[in-house]
């Protein structure tokens, strides 16, 4: 009877799969922080790393044989296709693994995951990308992104801060980034043992004052540790910015990246797939987010 | 909808014309109490139960399943060895199968879980009509009865099951069968009436559920949470027994020797200390007060934003389960300031 068989599906689950990390080699260990490398990734498969498109402030699910899965976001841009560049920070299981792994090493990637930045709502606007911290980790893709279309933004400014000079992540690139003259970038540490550094000391909310901000016409893209949220967001609400237009990176546990394990849940929604990029309305309306 | 009718004593026939195609599982008394297992007979069988102790999900996302073989030079091969095995679900109550329909959402859209789906349209469900017992409250949580997610479904009217028959597959079921079943009549749609009539006054367990996340918001800061949180024991026996909890963690293993492992995933609980914790030692959810405030609030909260309907089918499960007596009917009835209501 031929309907008992219709009943079992034979198709391989391999089809479609989106737990399925495919493999990427290590094309490159930049030691940029103690602790806070940054790898530089290439799909193994070619058809695989020339259609792979991404939005800034996704994220993606690494694998490290035999250590697990975790979610990392992806620091490059897509403007520069081909490779992906992930800021991965030495702190578990799996990153630990990464670390005692080298150049054309293979490991399991899979992603783009989460909403990225609302980039077509962003253009025609000026943007402030304000990070602490590894929070430049995420906005690093934004950044770019924005300055390769630089004709479809107003005014464009960064601040970042970071402890001191030697934790400033991609420091050489952003310093460069303060010649120019078709931007506002602002660097701040809280100390300077060095003593060679030549941009601002203090405190990360003190660039404000260094800057000149629309409320009305800005989107402010946010991220860092929860000091960083509470005095920024202070200063974006004393300047009356409107709570959508103020737009925050966060981070969860994460296992399966496509909404379905629940771990990043915070209050209604899950990281994952409804962020990681929230809004400040967002937050004050999900219980646990910030 | 075709409807016909099967003599209860042409049951074991019916079930050994069916065991042809398939093995069939059915709740087997166990200890006074019931889960699902395969059959060797047709009369381990209980139809007339009050609940599993676990419920169906078991059978589509598994306590323990492998995802992923590790081989090196292959990288991670999919595992589908024992996504073939084809069953029968037979007696499944209507809680459960709204819970499973629920749960066809959740790894559906986007993203679809290909082993939850794959097993899904492997397994047939036959679905029964059950009587409520003190721990029900279905017909609050509007799972009292189910219009899909069965193959055939079953309504005890005495001497007789009248069998809806919902999918073109239980329509081959019967047309296996086809001498069984016979044509309902004027009288069999009486007795059904009846049937449903007994059925709804047999509950004694009520909560309204129609403002719900209001009520939840209103209550976010309430100190019920806390006293939860006290009390609660963080075992996460609820989450296991819960047909529609359906976290998981995923974790690699690796064969000692060789660089070779298997990535598998296992059943988890929000109520876990480890559910929120993140590399690093940050705990989003450190309190046990806001674990169990957070599963409450996303089954009778979040899905109801996500999916339009909380995920609490009202199967009992979890008060008969709880090992320190929280009761959700109890928790939401004091969150409505209706704690008089309902308990005798």
Redesign the interface.
């Known amino acids: ?1 031929l ?2 068989d219709e ?17 990427a080699r290590i094309v490159r260990i930049f030691k940029m922080v103690p602790d806070n490398h940054l790898f530089t990734l290439r799909f193994e498969d070619q058809w695989t790393a020339e259609r792979f498109k991404h939005r800034p402030g996704q994220f993606m699910m690494l ?1 490290v ?6 979610p990392i976001s992806i620091s490059s841009s897509p403007t520069r296709p081909g490779v992906l560049e992930l800021c991965v ?1 030495r ?5 630990d693994a990464l670390y005692r792994m080298q150049t054309n090493d ?1 490991v ?1 990637l899979r992603g783009p995951y989460g909403n990225g930045f609302p980039i077509e709502t962003l253009i025609g606007n000026d943007l402030l990308i304000v990070a602490g911290g590894l929070g430049m980790a995420p906005l690093r893709s934004l950044v770019w992104w924005a300055l390769d279309h630089r004709d479809k933004f107003k005014k464009i400014t960064l601040m970042y801060g970071a402890k001191n000079p030697a934790e400033m992540l991609y420091r050489d690139e952003l310093v460069s980034l303060a010649d120019r003259s078709d931007m506002q970038c602002l660097l701040i540490v809280d100390r300077d043992p060095t003593g060679q550094w030549k941009h601002h000391v203090g405190l990360l909310p003190t660039l404000f004052d260094h800057a000149d901000i629309n409320p009305a016409t800005t989107y402010a893209a946010v991220c860092g540790p929860p000091v960083v949220y509470k005095y920024i967001l202070q200063r974006l609400l004393a300047l009356n910015f409107s709570k959508d237009r103020i737009l925050m990176s966060l ?3 994460m ?2 990246g ?6 990043c ?5 899950y990281t994952c ?1 409804h962020g990681p990029i929230f809004t400040y309305w967002d937050a004050i309306n999900l ?2 987010l910030v | 909808m075709k409807i016909v009718k099967i003599p209860k004593k042409k049951l074991d026939l019916f079930a050994s014309i069916l065991r042809q ?2 093995e069939i599982h059915a709740p087997v008394e166990q200890n006074g109490r019931y889960a699902f297992k395969p059959l060797t007979h047709w009369s381990e069988a209980r139809l007339h139960y009050n609940r599993t102790i676990l419920p169906p999900k078991k059978y589509f996302m598994p306590p323990r399943e492998t ?2 073989h ?1 081989r ?1 030079g292959k ?4 595992a ?1 060895e024992e ?2 095995q ?1 069953l029968i679900l037979f007696g499944v109550h209507p809680c459960d199968i709204y819970a499973i329909n629920i749960l066809d959402e ?2 559906g ?7 939850f789906q ?1 097993r899904r ?2 397994i ?1 469900i036959i679905g029964v009509d059950c009587t409520p017992d003190e721990h029900c409250f279905c017909r609050s949580m509007r799972a009292d009865t189910v219009e899909k997610g069965f193959d055939l479904f079953f309504t005890d009217l005495g001497e007789e099951y009248m069998t809806l028959v919902g999918t073109s ?1 239980g329509d ?1 079921m019967v047309l ?1 069968a086809a001498p069984l079943f016979e044509p309902i009549t004027a009288a069999d749609i009486q007795k059904y009436k009846q049937v449903s009539s007994e059925k709804r006054q047999a509950f004694s367990l009520d909560v309204e559920i129609h403002d719900l996340p209001e009520i939840f918001e209103l209550e ?1 800061k309430s100190e019920i949470w806390d006293e939860l949180g006290d009390q609660c024991l963080s075992c996460g026996s609820c989450s296991m027994v819960c047909p529609t909890c ?7 293993t ?1 064969e000692l020797g060789s ?1 070779a ?1 298997d ?1 598998v ?1 296992t059943w ?1 609980s ?1 109520l876990f200390h480890t ?6 030692g940050e705990n ?2 450190e309190k046990r007060s ?1 674990r169990i405030k ?1 599963r409450f ?2 089954k009778q ?6 999916y339009g309907r909380p995920s609490c089918v009202g199967c009992g499960r979890c008060i008969v389960g709880c090992p320190v007596h929280i009761d959700i009917v109890q928790v939401i009835n004091r969150l409505r300031g209706e704690d008089h209501a309902n308990r005798g």
């Open positions: 009877m309907i008992a009943k079992t599906v034979k198709t391989p689950v391999l089809a479609d799969n989106p737990y399925q990390p495919h493999l694998s044989p035999g250590a697990g899965e975790a920070r702190v578990g299981r799996v990153t293979v399991g981070e969860r546990r296992k399966c496509v909404g379905k394990c629940s771990h849940s915070v209050g209604y929604k797939i219980p646990e | 195609h398939w995802m992923f590790y090196e990288g991670y091969v999919p589908q996504l073939d084809r959740v790894f859209g986007k993203y679809n879980d290909p082993y794959t349209k492997n047939g597959l081959d296996m976010y359906y976290c998981y963690d995923v974790a690699d690796v660089k492992g990535r995933r988890d929000c559910h929120a914790l993140v590399a690093g989003f959810r806001s957070n609030y996303h909260r979040g899905m109801v934003a996500e």
